[in-house]
């Protein structure tokens, strides 16, 4: 097995003078200059004291360099520790007390609010999203390492914390195995090559934009045109001269409301993938209807990298995210008893492969709790796998509502709500009800003009069964989402919790 970093090298060997990343209104970087990069920063980490094993924590705005760093830590047998941007003073004391690394790397522009954290077993640089700062500067003085400590496929890569929205937030520990797996296998699925030019548009602190794009981009040789922020009028304007957009279905929603987007503007594009969060199947369609080309939804996690995907060559299914990718193994089980569930039903998502990480940082007990004996470990997703063979996503276990002692699948009641005229989209939640034990209770975003909740309970009445049906609908401006698009209901509890307190049926 090749570590990613060792495929980039051999990648950038070939390479040389080839564009790696395109920035628009700034000088192309090849992959020469790349690699030359690399080997600066490895040099700085080592002179800084950075050894195999050592975290380097990294909370910058989006860069090349900030890539570097990621693949200059993968050199020296470090373990790459990517951070929010957005994240406060309080949750970075928490990654770092937790972690323990060696570096910690932030804006120059945050440098004096971080200053009290360096000490003898803390060095803190700087890293600007213009690609400055004292890092630079060091490997700027530094001398280029070459060699790179040799990492096997269970050696320690990254750390990515999940968003903690149900507790502390948890470190998943990623391979070398881990992402060079899943790189691999999604390269051949989606025939992603060295001629492929990737509007590359996602934040690099999270699995999507980092272990999956730029991964993929640095193993095959593909040139990044490589963006800070989405902007839907200039992905469109880049269209023309790339091949392939990997996006959250925020992305897709955006462009859509723009004019421009047909089949013209996208006729040089080959692939459209979303992932991160589910695509309305309003959305998958009308991009069909617009364009004649059919967007590729993926699933996957922070524990497990890329599990399943829409066929390249074959059917793009709404509402599907598709079949198992190569080497790994999705089983639906009983959420209670563990056993596997037949064809068609829906259970607990579990998964079997080298995508799959290690475990926990620090939480034993957890990682435990996560696996099975055999070695599956529990997604904590929902789904089922119908006659056609392509998984279904449900929702998350702790999103499953429990009515009066009736399982509600939220997915199926957010569809049908969906569905209705003058909606744009919903999210349905339990809330506490002293007679029912959680009420059914759908938050629903209307479509340019008033909706009237009343009449989208009338409208579920002769659509689902009583027991599935919303007892209150909210009407509200927008549902509260996260970085990736991904809509954050553990808020939406939190902000109606008292709904039904003085309910009486």
Not at 341 to 369: H, R
Request: proline share 6%; glycine share 10%.
């Amino acid at each position: 097995m090749q570590t990613i970093h060792e495929h980039f090298i051999q990648t950038a060997e070939v390479m040389q003078g080839k564009t790696l990343f395109e920035r628009p209104g700034q000088p192309d970087i090849s992959f020469a200059q790349m690699r030359g990069s690399v080997e600066a920063l490895a040099g700085a980490l080592t002179a800084l004291g950075v050894a195999p094993g050592d975290r380097v924590a990294v909370q910058v705005e989006k860069s090349p360099e900030a890539i570097a760093l990621y693949l200059a830590t993968l050199q020296v047998g470090g373990i790459f520790l990517p951070l929010n941007p957005a994240y406060t003073g309080a949750e970075i004391d928490y990654f770092i007390g937790d972690a323990a690394p060696r570096l910690f790397v932030c804006d120059p522009g945050q440098q004096s609010a971080h200053a009290h954290r360096a000490g003898p077993s803390l060095a803190l640089e700087t890293l600007g999203a213009d690609g400055q700062g004292s890092l630079m500067d060091r490997a700027a003085g530094a001398v280029p390492r070459e060699d790179a400590h040799p990492c096997g496929p269970d050696d320690r890569a990254a750390i990515l914390y999940t968003s903690g929205t149900t507790g502390r937030s948890k470190g998943a520990v990623l391979t070398h195995g881990n992402l060079t797996s899943n790189t691999e296998a999604l390269l051949d699925c989606w025939q992603f090559t060295a001629n492929d030019r990737l509007i590359h548009a996602l934040p690099i602190f999270h699995t999507h934009g980092l272990f999956v794009a730029a991964n993929m981009a640095l193993v095959a040789g593909a040139t990044m045109i490589f963006l800070t922020k989405f902007d839907a009028d200039q992905a469109i304007d880049l269209m023309e001269r790339a091949t392939v957009l990997m996006g959250v279905p925020t992305f897709y929603t955006r462009l859509l409301k723009s004019p421009r987007l047909d089949g013209q503007t996208t006729a040089g594009m080959r692939l459209f993938v979303s992932g991160s969060a589910p695509l309305l199947a309003e959305d998958h369609r009308a991009f069909s209807d617009r364009t004649g080309q059919m967007i590729l939804e993926r699933y996957g996690m922070t524990e497990t990298c890329m599990i399943a995907s829409n066929p390249y060559e074959g059917a793009r299914i709404a509402g599907a995210v598709g079949m198992a990718l190569p080497g790994i193994a999705i089983r639906i089980t009983d959420r209670e008893s563990g056993a596997s569930l037949p064809e068609g039903e829906i259970g607990l998502i579990e998964v079997k492969g080298p995508n799959v990480f290690e475990g926990y940082w620090n939480m034993p007990e957890k990682t435990a709790s996560e696996f099975r004996e055999d070695g599956y470990f529990i997604t904590g997703d929902l789904g089922t796998i119908a006659e056609d063979g392509y998984l279904r996503i449900v929702g998350r276990d702790k999103d499953l509502v429990i009515s009066g002692g009736y399982n509600v699948y939220p997915k199926e009641v957010e569809e049908a709500i969906d569905a209705l005229p003058g909606v744009l989209e919903s999210a349905v939640i339990g809330l506490p009800h002293a007679d029912l034990g959680e009420a059914v209770t759908a938050i629903v975003v209307p479509k340019g003009g008033p909706l009237e909740a009343e009449a989208i309970r009338a409208a579920l009445e002769g659509t689902l069964a009583r027991f599935k049906q919303p007892k209150r609908v909210i009407v509200a401006e927008a549902l509260p989402r996260n970085v990736m698009g991904k809509v954050q209901k553990a808020e939406l509890r939190k902000t109606h919790a008292g709904l039904y307190d003085h309910a009486t049926a």
